[in-house]
């Protein structure tokens, strides 16, 4: 398969594992959900019914960590592989329970071909002054009622299993990439009912916000040469001036989407990094208290 960004189709995988949330529709749908492949990625989109994937540790290596891990697409489209299942994956290998939320999304054309002219159209490029606006850049300006219930929907489900699953309630996080990190923030300045003892938005939004005052400790990751970038530091100097603990990974490359990590980048350490900052933070130890 070409790895040179254009959209081929997909036959929707079996998602075997895969948990229905039972959060309703999407209103004024008209496609179902179908998935597409680019950069050699699976991908979906027009998702009108959210899921939970485990990706559970072996029994020997659960630390009783817990984290939901929120794929990126621009709520448009959900980059499953690169910023789901395989990250999820790795974090599993780390004795780390992890839950792929697969979030519903926006519409989209139903043609593919119709999608990827829509994917390829010219955009706007942000203006010089934008890094100065008052609005919270940090947050995307829609509405995202569907996708914060789904995500409290996850949470409240990975409560209720935490003994099957073998979760410290205590300790259940959250992370996500690009949009994913939108509704990752957006989950922790608005729900009511999820109590994430810390957050990671990777290559997310980076303007001033307002912290609330029991915001989690955050990991945040981006790298100089993404278009979100744009030489804020915003949402970090929020998180400093509220004192609440924070770590920031400024990359010298990357880009956007790197998931993982793509060849030769120097953000390609990121994760090693987040599990070390879990580790000395001790969420990956029972009875640690994290400082």
Not at 131 to 136: D, F, I, N, R, V
Request: zero cysteines.
């Amino acid at each position: 398969m070409a790895q040179d960004g254009t959209i081929y189709p997909l036959d929707a995988p079996t998602e075997p594992n895969a948990i229905l949330l039972g959060t309703g529709s999407v209103e004024d749908q008209p496609a179902s959900e179908s998935w597409f492949r680019q950069w050699g990625d699976p991908m979906a989109r027009n998702i009108t019914s959210a899921t939970l994937t485990p990706f559970l540790p072996e029994p020997g290596k659960a630390n009783g960590a817990a984290i939901i891990v929120a794929p990126g697409g621009g709520y448009r489209w959900l980059s499953m592989g690169n910023e789901g299942w395989e990250v999820a994956a790795a974090l599993a290998e780390q004795g780390i329970a992890a839950f792929v939320l697969k979030y519903r999304l926006f519409p989209t054309p139903e043609s593919l071909d119709d999608f990827s002219d829509w994917m390829n159209r010219p955009r706007i490029a942000p203006s010089p002054d934008s890094s100065q606006s008052k609005e919270p850049a940090s947050l995307p300006q829609i509405d995202l009622s569907n996708q914060l219930e789904d995500a409290e929907a996850a949470y409240a489900m990975i409560i209720e299993r935490a003994e099957e699953w073998g979760v410290d309630t205590e300790r259940i996080g959250m992370i996500g990439f690009s949009a994913g990190a939108g509704l990752t923030m957006h989950s922790t300045l608005n729900s009511q009912t999820m109590e994430l003892a810390f957050i990671g938005p990777i290559y997310g939004g980076m303007g001033p916000i307002e912290v609330p005052e029991d915001a989690p400790p955050m990991f945040n990751v981006i790298a100089t040469d993404d278009f979100l970038f744009r030489g804020q530091f915003g949402v970090i100097d929020s998180w400093y001036k509220a004192g609440i603990p924070v770590e920031f990974h400024l990359y010298q490359n990357g880009g956007h989407g790197f998931g993982l990590g793509n060849p030769n980048r120097t953000s390609n350490r990121w994760f090693d990094a987040f599990i070390h900052w879990l580790n000395v933070n001790g969420f990956l130890t029972t009875g640690l208290k994290k400082s």
